[in-house]
């Protein structure tokens, strides 16, 4: 079924509102999850907002937490994020990385102790639209294997770039498992099977199956053993910048998992002069990129999918799960 983006997000807000949250922080966090929705990310929109609430109401999250700067050096900041809800957080911490942009050219915050910032595409369209490049992460829950091994040990730690762009901003926005599990189980619940082997099987056989491998918690790294080491280092610069917790210091159930560490980068290119030369040289790529090979294929850049899906979205009304739906409305 459909809804419209006005309906989704008055229904997150209400229910937001009664948790706790004072107004305005209730209707961006109720954005938040309502954009993830409408851009065709339901497993980190309307899907996982059930989670976030009965980790409000477990007081795993802190809905009158706000992060506390308490550290800085020039363009690079470290804050705390004081348990409080980690969408807000992430939103906080992209802002202030923006603005340390304009000032120095670069902003880099490292946040330690917050929660699941949901959607990490939202920081990067946020950056887009401010008219900067960003690059941001969070570490996990263990949740992936290394590579070579059968117990999950490191995260599947989403990393966001993005590249703002007059025609539509670049943003690529992925984990470093194939598939997320909040993909994993979207596919699931409409009954189909993966496009390509996302992860092991109990008897250690790749499979497309989603159930099969939420069963066996053994998603496969992207890129497999080049997946893996980038899970491992991210999470290294994440906790050491942020002087929060690595993956192995993490909770393993998804419910407790809190005290996430995060990485937000800005960088102003304007800072540096020939802003539309560099417009141009986006454009290029993208030209390039999309020129006729004669397959008869386009090739598309990443986020230009998610553009036409909140296009199709907001004309036509946001996919919903019906009984997700009916449980967030009684809420």
């Known amino acids: 079924m459909r809804v419209t983006y006005r309906e989704l997000h008055g229904v997150l807000l209400a229910v937001l509102t009664r948790a706790g949250l004072d107004p305005s922080r209730a209707t961006l966090c109720a954005r938040l999850f309502a954009d993830a929705s409408r851009d065709g990310v339901a497993s980190h929109g309307l899907n996982l907002f059930p989670r976030f609430v009965r980790m409000i109401r477990t007081g795993v999250v802190d809905v009158a937490a706000r992060p506390e700067r308490v550290a800085a050096h020039g363009a690079l900041e470290r804050w705390d994020g004081s348990r409080g809800p980690g969408n807000l957080n992430a939103h906080h911490s992209m802002e202030r990385a923006i603005a340390l942009s304009r000032e120095h050219g670069t902003g880099c915050v490292a946040l330690a102790n917050t929660n699941h910032w949901g959607r990490g595409g939202n920081f990067g369209w946020q950056a887009a639209d401010a008219g900067v490049i960003a690059i941001c ?29 007059a025609d539509g901003h670049v943003v690529l926005d992925m984990a470093l498992s194939q598939f997320s599990y909040g993909a994993l189980a979207s596919y699931r619940m409409r009954g189909e099977q993966l496009p ?9 056989e790749l499979t497309r199956d989603p159930a099969a491998i939420e069963a066996s918690r053994r998603p496969l790294p992207i890129g497999f053993w080049k997946g893996s080491g980038l899970s491992i280092v991210l999470d290294m610069i994440g906790a050491l910048l942020s002087g929060g917790r690595a993956t192995c210091d993490v909770a393993t159930d998804a419910e407790e998992e809190t005290g996430l560490s995060q990485v937000f980068i800005a960088l102003d290119g304007s800072a540096l002069g020939g802003s539309a030369g560099a417009a141009r040289v986006a454009d290029r790529i993208i030209e390039h990129l999309q020129s006729p090979d004669g397959t008869g294929e386009r090739v598309r850049y990443p986020g230009e999918r998610t553009l036409e899906t909140r296009g199709r979205n907001l004309r036509e009304g946001i996919p919903v799960e019906p009984s997700i739906w009916q449980a967030v409305q009684t809420l």
């Open 137 to 165: 992460w969070t570490n996990t829950l263990a949740n992936l294997p290394p590579w070579g091994a059968t117990e999950a040990r490191t995260g599947n730690n989403p990393i966001v770039v993005a590249v703002p762009r």
């Open 196 to 204: 390509v082997a996302g992860g092991f099987d109990a008897r250690g």
